[in-house]
């Protein structure tokens, strides 16, 4: 039975997610814990036994509002790093350049101080925020609690720490205020500490690690499968490892430290290793095909090639295919197979770009037909992960009761008809790769449950087993669902929506980028006829019209079947399908779509017209911008709530968002609205 109650007040849904979780860890048994974001917006006056503020601004944006009642106990939270998630940061190399980027300066350059206060100061860390004036170099590292979208495109690696969350003091403030000191406080600062213990164990791990690295290093470089050769610009060699005395014949037993003039005999190869010419090449030697691949190290004096034996490669590789293709393990699309030249499929192909340079989870949501399962290969693809298996898994093909054994795997004797010795589920098969939850919307919360445990545990345990196993799989998740009703609606976890919505996609339906209908065209007849068939412009043109409620895969289809009746080998008019054949516009869309104008509420009408009208003065749409236009109006708004505002327009498809020179956009359905909703005025 609740005790006393607090109201948590933060700036964005995730940080409200992230420091509403931390204090029900310590008081979700006793204390009532309400919580607010005001991005999504606050519609009354915040009054508690105790207020908690995840920030300063949040609490001058609500004094601002007159929406705090200062009568109240506040605490405005001091927030530190969550210790968590810093292994990544830990293990980047010494004196490399960094990103920190964060929503507000304030904040990027608390966060860097937080960092290195905790002894993570073996980094230069560069402050990155929306709207710096300062020049910014291009690095290929950055470190964010939460903030992925204020990424530059240029960096290669996203390090997502999580949002911030309350320190210690905070915490104990707390505890203090609701009379829990005494009975909490020793299990929270128990907890803090072992924290704080396991991360300077983390630091001190990484130089000793360093210490010990040369005595592991050559057994790392002897297991390697390819041959590996280093040497400075005198042609002293550094590294030569045994796979390389096999492949070149090398029959001497000390070679580091003698020149590689001395060791190799092969002429071709030699006059390869010693001019300047990089690049991959193909030797024989003694009858075997070896091909090499020459580089430098640019920051230093080396030079580093690998061997590889031709034949064996090729069938190696052949035969991982064949296996992964078997299984169905292997990831068929790239980046280079999502067609489309309109500026929504661009901007999310660059979203997803940089997506896959990360390990987060990923969300992509969109109608049937869009290409969801096409993205998250891609991605994969794009990854780290690409040579590990991908494996993806349509749970509204499985009923609910094979769900969790193929999810899990099961033991032995787990239950009737359960294989001999068990069976690993798609969780242990797809580690070092990359899983896809396709429907994710349709499971049960058991299955909920379950999942979540190998989000945040990154482990496993198998139906009727006892053994806990450790898996490092990268999750994508897809619905043609919305979620975010559905968590509303109490019929999918909340905590587990959010550990999924990391990253996050929406693909847009096809008939909200009609400029991509005449290329996807064109592309699936080269397909299909090898450049053999063309198209009339009049069929293309009836063809953009159409409002392609299947999407892609409608249209597919439709091509598939105006090249199986055409007459010769240009595609006509007539050969379109009876309007029968297409898809009929479902329930739900005639639904949703009606409903919009009744739906949107008149604050975010005002922010659709004013969208429109810098849209069409070539003006950009930022969040600043529109915070001043509301000035002065029925409709005054912080930055704080029309980002709330913009993401739920987003999630709507009514506008598109890029941090780019193009900033805000509304988009064809949004711009169908808002002229319905103007011609009522």
Same mark, same amino acid.
């Given at each position: 039975?609740?005790?006393?109650?607090?109201?948590?007040?933060?700036?964005?849904?995730?940080?409200?997610?992230?420091?509403?979780?931390?204090?029900? &860890?310590?008081?979700?048994?006793?204390? &009532?814990?309400?919580?607010?974001?005001?991005?999504?917006?606050?519609?009354?006056?915040?009054?508690?036994?105790?207020?908690?503020?995840?920030?300063?601004?949040?609490?001058?944006?609500?004094?601002?509002?007159?929406?705090?009642?200062?009568?109240?106990?506040?605490?405005?939270?001091?927030?530190?790093?969550?210790?968590?998630?810093?292994?990544?940061?830990?293990?980047?190399?010494?004196?490399?350049?960094?990103?920190?980027?964060?929503?507000?300066? &304030?904040?990027?350059?608390?966060?860097?101080?937080?960092?290195?206060?905790?002894?993570?100061?073996?980094?230069?860390?560069?402050?990155?925020?929306?709207?710096?004036?300062?020049?910014?170099?291009?690095?290929?590292?950055?470190?964010?609690?939460?903030?992925?979208?204020?990424?530059?495109?240029?960096?290669?690696?996203?390090?997502?720490?999580?949002?911030?969350?309350?320190?210690?003091?905070?915490?104990?403030?707390?505890?203090?205020?609701?009379?829990?000191?005494?009975?909490?406080?020793?299990?929270?600062?128990?907890?803090?500490?072992?924290?704080?213990?396991?991360?300077?164990?983390?630091?001190?791990?990484?130089?000793?690690?360093?210490?010990?690295?040369?005595?592991?290093?050559?057994?790392?470089?002897?297991?390697?499968?390819?041959?590996?050769?280093?040497?400075?610009?005198?042609?002293?060699?550094?590294?030569?490892?045994?796979?390389?005395?096999?492949?070149?014949?090398?029959?001497?037993?000390?070679?580091?430290?003698?020149?590689?003039?001395?060791?190799?005999?092969?002429?071709?190869?030699?006059?390869?290793?010693?001019?300047?010419?990089?690049?991959?090449?193909?030797?024989?030697?003694?009858?075997?095909?070896?091909?090499?691949?020459?580089?430098?190290?640019?920051?230093?004096?080396?030079?580093?090639?690998?061997?590889?034996?031709?034949?064996?490669?090729?069938?190696?590789?052949?035969?991982?295919?064949?296996?992964?293709?078997?299984?169905?393990?292997?990831?068929?699309?790239?980046?280079?197979?999502?067609?489309?030249?309109? %500026?929504?499929?661009?901007?999310?192909?660059?979203?997803?770009?940089?997506?896959?340079?990360?390990?987060?989870?990923?969300?992509?949501?969109?109608?049937?037909?869009?290409?969801?399962?096409?993205?998250?290969?891609?991605?994969?693809?794009?990854?780290?992960?690409?040579?590990?298996?991908?494996?993806?898994?349509?749970?509204?093909?499985?009923?609910?009761?094979?769900?969790?054994?193929?999810?899990?795997?099961?033991?032995?004797?787990?239950?009737?008809?359960?294989?001999?010795?068990?069976?690993?589920?798609?969780?242990?098969?797809? %580690?070092?790769?990359?899983?896809?939850?396709?429907?994710?919307?349709?499971?049960?919360?058991?299955?909920?449950?379950?999942?979540?445990?190998?989000?945040?545990?990154?482990?496993?345990?198998?139906?009727?087993?006892?053994?806990?196993?450790?898996?490092?799989?990268?999750?994508?998740?897809?619905?043609?669902?919305?979620?975010?009703?559905?968590?509303?609606?109490?019929?999918?976890?909340?905590?587990?929506?959010?550990?999924?919505?990391?990253?996050?996609?929406?693909?847009?339906?096809?008939?909200?980028?009609?400029?991509?209908?005449?290329?996807?065209?064109?592309?699936?007849?080269?397909?299909?006829?090898?450049?053999?068939?063309?198209?009339?412009?009049?069929?293309?043109?009836?063809?953009?019209?159409? %409002?392609?409620?299947?999407?892609?895969?409608?249209?597919?289809?439709?091509?598939?079947?105006?090249?199986?009746?055409?007459?010769?080998?240009?595609?006509?008019?007539?050969?379109?399908?009876?309007?029968?054949?297409?898809?009929?516009?479902?329930?739900?869309?005639?639904?949703?779509?009606?409903?919009?104008?009744?739906?949107?509420?008149?604050?975010?009408?005002?922010?659709?017209?004013?969208?429109?009208?810098?849209?069409?003065?070539?003006?950009?749409?930022?969040?600043?911008?529109?915070?001043?236009?509301?000035?002065?109006?029925?409709?005054?708004?912080?930055?704080?709530?029309?980002?709330?505002?913009?993401?739920?327009? &987003?999630?709507?498809?009514?506008?598109?968002?890029?941090?780019?020179?193009?900033?805000?956009?509304?988009?064809?359905?949004?711009?169908?609205?808002?002229?319905?909703?103007?011609?009522?005025?």
């Amino acid at each position: 039975m609740a005790n006393g109650s607090i109201t948590l007040v933060a700036g964005s849904e995730r940080t409200r997610f992230a420091l509403q979780n931390q204090l029900k &860890e310590y008081l979700y048994d006793v204390v &009532e814990i309400k919580s607010f974001a005001t991005e999504e917006g606050i519609h009354e006056k915040i009054s508690d036994e105790l207020i908690v503020l995840s920030s300063d601004l949040v609490k001058n944006e609500l004094i601002e509002m007159n929406l705090l009642d200062t009568d109240c106990e506040i605490i405005v939270a001091n927030r530190t790093i969550n210790y968590d998630y810093i292994d990544q940061v830990v293990l980047i190399p010494k004196d490399t350049d960094v990103l920190f980027v964060n929503d507000e300066k &304030e904040t990027t350059y608390e966060g860097i101080r937080a960092l290195k206060e905790l002894g993570i100061d073996h980094i230069n860390f560069i402050p990155y925020y929306p709207y710096i004036k300062e020049s910014v170099p291009k690095v290929d590292i950055a470190i964010t609690p939460g903030e992925c979208d204020k990424v530059p495109g240029f960096v290669k690696k996203v390090i997502d720490i999580g949002p911030r969350i309350m320190d210690f003091t905070t915490v104990m403030q707390i505890l203090n205020k609701m009379n829990m000191l005494d009975f909490k406080g020793e299990q929270f600062s128990n907890k803090y500490l072992k924290k704080i213990i396991n991360v300077a164990k983390k630091i001190a791990e990484l130089n000793s690690e360093v210490t010990n690295l040369n005595k592991h290093l050559n057994l790392v470089l002897d297991g390697l499968n390819d041959g590996l050769l280093v040497y400075d610009t005198m042609g002293k060699i550094s590294v030569f490892n045994e796979n390389l005395k096999r492949l070149l014949n090398v029959g001497y037993t000390k070679v580091i430290g003698r020149s590689v003039k001395d060791i190799i005999y092969n002429k071709s190869i030699l006059e390869f290793l010693m001019n300047k010419e990089t690049g991959t090449k193909v030797f024989d030697n003694d009858n075997v095909q070896i091909l090499a691949n020459k580089f430098y190290l640019s920051k230093s004096n080396y030079t580093i090639v690998t061997f590889k034996n031709v034949k064996e490669t090729i069938e190696a590789n052949e035969n991982l295919k064949r296996e992964l293709i078997n299984k169905g393990f292997y990831a068929k699309y790239t980046f280079d197979d999502i067609i489309g030249i309109s %500026d929504e499929i661009k901007r999310i192909k660059q979203i997803a770009n940089k997506l896959a340079k990360t390990d987060l989870a990923i969300l992509i949501e969109g109608e049937s037909g869009t290409g969801k399962e096409l993205f998250a290969s891609a991605i994969h693809n794009a990854s780290r992960r690409k040579k590990g298996p991908f494996l993806a898994v349509n749970f509204s093909a499985l009923p609910d009761g094979l769900i969790e054994s193929e999810l899990f795997g099961y033991e032995e004797g787990a239950f009737t008809g359960a294989k001999k010795g068990g069976k690993a589920g798609l969780f242990e098969q797809a %580690d070092g790769g990359t899983i896809f939850l396709d429907e994710i919307g349709d499971i049960s919360m058991k299955v909920q449950t379950r999942l979540l445990r190998v989000l945040e545990e990154k482990e496993v345990m198998r139906i009727g087993g006892n053994e806990i196993k450790s898996i490092d799989v990268r999750i994508i998740a897809a619905t043609n669902k919305n979620l975010a009703q559905l968590v509303n609606e109490k019929k999918f976890r909340e905590d587990l929506y959010y550990r999924l919505k990391v990253g996050y996609l929406r693909l847009a339906p096809l008939r909200e980028r009609k400029e991509d209908i005449a290329e996807l065209i064109r592309y699936f007849i080269k397909v299909y006829t090898m450049d053999s068939v063309k198209i009339s412009d009049e069929a293309i043109k009836q063809l953009i019209e159409y %409002d392609w409620y299947g999407n892609v895969r409608e249209l597919i289809n439709t091509i598939s079947y105006m090249l199986a009746v055409r007459e010769g080998n240009i595609l006509t008019v007539n050969d379109i399908p009876h309007r029968n054949f297409f898809q009929k516009r479902s329930n739900e869309l005639e639904k949703e779509e009606s409903n919009y104008e009744e739906e949107l509420e008149e604050d975010q009408i005002f922010i659709l017209k004013k969208i429109h009208e810098l849209n069409k003065s070539g003006k950009t749409a930022g969040r600043e911008k529109l915070a001043k236009l509301s000035e002065g109006t029925d409709f005054k708004m912080t930055q704080y709530e029309i980002r709330g505002r913009l993401d739920k327009l &987003e999630r709507m498809g009514l506008i598109t968002k890029d941090r780019g020179k193009r900033g805000t956009r509304l988009t064809n359905k949004g711009e169908k609205i808002l002229m319905n909703l103007m011609a009522h005025f």
